[in-house]
């Protein structure tokens, strides 16, 4: 027999699941989510979740900013464990990014955000072990850390199932069900559900339920690698994240001691698969390069132990922001989708917008225009300095 519900969303990672917690907290009528695997099958189960402010515009820049805010209290607000580790964030160019990060940094302060040029003597204290060439330029974001992404994604599906949500795993939505431009529900694996409002949280499987939808959502499966690396026994204390622009690395430390890393180069974008079938398993002649360029800034890690590492997906869209909006010309439908391998920091913005767009026909937190899908038509794109779209 069919189910009826008010509100369908579809996918269960961080950003399904978030959207479900806030339109749940709303009581915004009867909310299903459907995940086609288990929670965080896609990116959200993967993702490093670095948490940090550093964007070049401000529309993501105070997405952000409002995240960490409930990151930091997640369990005060919602309940369940802390999920926040500070650690700060050093971010590394060389001078030909020096315009483009002077002019981030201003933008950001302006914001309140706490970030501010660090010398290699300061950097030292904020960490003993990282290592700043002469030409090198580094600043420091004091606020920034990541969260544990699994349990976050657990701790959403809680709150949205106590506040009422209905959250079932193993159901995979086959296709959307139109009638006259209106949505009426969607058929799956184990019959029908019946809905007027369906919400893609499709990660990088949303352009299929697009396609079905006759709407084409320019988001692409990518893979992307983890490489891990336990930290030798003289390493010292854990310390801080790091978008290292010299290297082309990211790295972030983990419980266990150790060394999360992966590229900022955005070579991804090469690598479009099947989200359905892509090699899962790290490149063997990749760990130890990108072990190399970790050493280079921390000397240290030469004496680190390669844990191994992973393949992961990223959902990029052609300029690297999300698309967050009605889908065109079907009453009822929406997505919130494409986060481009950086949307983990943004899920309770992405939540909370989502529930205003959806109850009260426009989000209010933060104006989200530049994120509409019709940007890419209208040859608008959201715009960054950097050469290296992950860092948005
Ligand atoms: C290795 C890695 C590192 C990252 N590091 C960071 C970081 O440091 N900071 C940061 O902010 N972000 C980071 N990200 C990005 C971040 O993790 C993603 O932007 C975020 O997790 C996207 O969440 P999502 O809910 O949109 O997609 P997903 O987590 O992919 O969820 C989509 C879900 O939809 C389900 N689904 C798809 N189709 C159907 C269907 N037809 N029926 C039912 N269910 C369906 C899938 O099974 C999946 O569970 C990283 C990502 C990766 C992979």
């Known amino acids: 027999m069919a189910v009826n ?23 915004a009528g009867r909310v299903v989510l459907l995940e086609k695997s288990y929670l965080g099958a896609g990116s959200s189960g993967k993702s490093g979740a670095i948490v940090r402010q550093h964007y070049s515009n401000k529309l993501t820049a105070s997405m952000a900013q409002k995240s960490l805010r409930v990151y930091e209290q997640f369990d005060q607000i919602a ?12 971010l590394i160019v060389n001078e030909k990014d020096k315009p483009g990060l002077d002019a981030n940094v201003k933008m950001q302060q302006e914001l309140g955000i706490d970030v501010r040029p660090v010398a290699a003597q300061v950097l030292a204290d904020i960490d003993p072990n990282a290592r700043l060439k002469e030409d090198e330029i580094a600043i420091f974001e004091a606020e920034a850390g990541y969260v544990e992404s699994v349990q976050v994604v657990a701790s959403y599906a809680e709150f949205a199932r106590r506040e009422g949500a209905d959250i079932r795993l193993g159901v995979e939505v086959e296709s959307v069900v139109t009638e006259k431009n209106k949505i009426v529900g969607v058929e799956t694996n184990e019959g029908r559900y019946n809905s007027r409002c369906v919400i893609l ?13 006759g709407v084409k959502l320019p988001v692409q499966a990518c893979r992307t690698q983890v490489a891990l690396y336990r930290r030798p026994c003289d390493f010292g204390r854990r310390t801080a994240v790091y978008c290292d622009f010299v290297q082309g690395i990211y790295f972030k430390p983990t419980h266990g001691e150790m060394i999360h890393a992966g590229s900022l ?5 090469k690598q479009p698969v099947d989200p359905d079938q892509y090699n899962e398993a790290a490149d063997g002649d990749w ?7 970790l050493s280079r800034r921390y000397p240290a890690m030469h004496r680190g132990y390669g844990r ?8 990029i869209t052609p300029d690297w922001h999300p698309i967050m909006d009605k889908l065109p010309g079907l009453e009822g439908a929406y997505c919130a989708v494409g986060f481009s391998g950086h949307g983990f920091k943004m899920s309770p913005i992405v939540g909370q917008l989502m529930a205003e767009l959806v109850v009260d026909g426009k989000a209010s937190a933060l104006d989200i225009a530049p994120l509409r899908y019709a940007r890419f038509d209208e040859n608008d794109p959201v715009k960054t300095p950097y050469s290296y779209g992950v860092m948005g």
């Open 5 to 27: 519900c008010d509100i369908l969303i579809v996918g269960g990672g961080v950003m399904g699941t978030s959207i479900a917690w806030h339109l749940a907290k709303r009581k």
């Open 79 to 90: 309940g369940g464990p802390p999920v926040f580790t500070r650690t700060g964030m050093v």
């Open 201 to 213: 949280a499709t990660g990088p499987w949303a352009a299929q339920l697009g396609k079905n939808l």
């Open 265 to 269: 180069q955005g070579e991804e974008i």
């Open 287 to 293: 760990l130890p390069v990108v072990r190399q360029r």
């Open 308 to 315: 191994g590492g992973y393949g992961a997906l990223y959902a």
